[in-house]
């Protein structure tokens, strides 16, 4: 499923919901008003994202701001995360897995680590109740010997991006913490700070 795609889907489920969504120029991305049952949206710069985030406003028939800058307020965090998982959802059932996940973000225009905090949380709740999901198999390789072979390539190292590293040597992100552990050893070893 593309990005127009995407969008077409959450404008007709955000139209379902009786909210009259327009295309104009805007400052913001997108602005819905549950109260009037409208809604704007900048067709240059929105992501399937921000539109699902309006799409879960309208939902709930959230009404008001507490201010300018609230994204710590319970209806801002809510429609962030159920955002998330909805377009994980049809993420999945477009056919797509957890082993494309850059793929998903390029696409859906979600922010990377919340979307990991997230999706990890909900597949760490289907592994409690024993879905009846594929599980990827454990990783049998040296980590330590791609971690190394991983940081030879630089010539000076300030950052070491565990997700990049991961995803260089085509590795599941369930190793981001083993991976740090690796770093951290090699780190210590050489007296270097990452």
Not at 37 to 45: A, Q
Not at 143 to 157: E, G, H, K, P, T
Request: hydrophobic share 40%; glycine share 4%.
């Amino acid at each position: 499923m593309t990005k127009d795609e995407l969008l077409d889907l959450i404008l007709l489920n955000i139209e379902r919901l009786g909210i009259v969504m327009n295309p104009t120029t805007l400052d913001q991305y997108a602005i819905i008003n549950c109260e009037k049952c409208i809604g704007v949206y900048d067709p240059v710069s929105i992501t399937p994202f921000i539109l699902a985030h309006e799409l879960i406003h309208a939902k709930y028939k959230d009404k008001q701001r507490h201010c300018d800058n609230d994204i710590l307020s319970h209806e801002e965090k809510r429609a962030n995360k159920e955002a998330i998982l909805l377009l994980w959802e049809i993420y999945i059932e477009q056919g797509g897995n957890a082993n494309y996940f850059p793929n998903f973000i390029e696409v859906s225009g979600c922010p990377f680590e919340t979307s990991i905090t997230y999706i990890k949380e909900i597949e760490n709740i289907c592994e409690n109740l024993d879905c009846e999901e594929e599980k990827q198999p454990m990783f049998n390789g040296n980590l330590r010997s791609c971690a190394i072979d991983y940081i030879s390539q630089f010539d000076v190292i300030q950052v070491i991006k565990i997700y990049d590293f991961l995803e260089a040597y085509n590795l599941s992100y369930n190793l981001y913490d083993k991976a740090i552990t690796v770093f951290n050893e090699l780190a210590n070893q050489q007296e270097i700070a990452y």
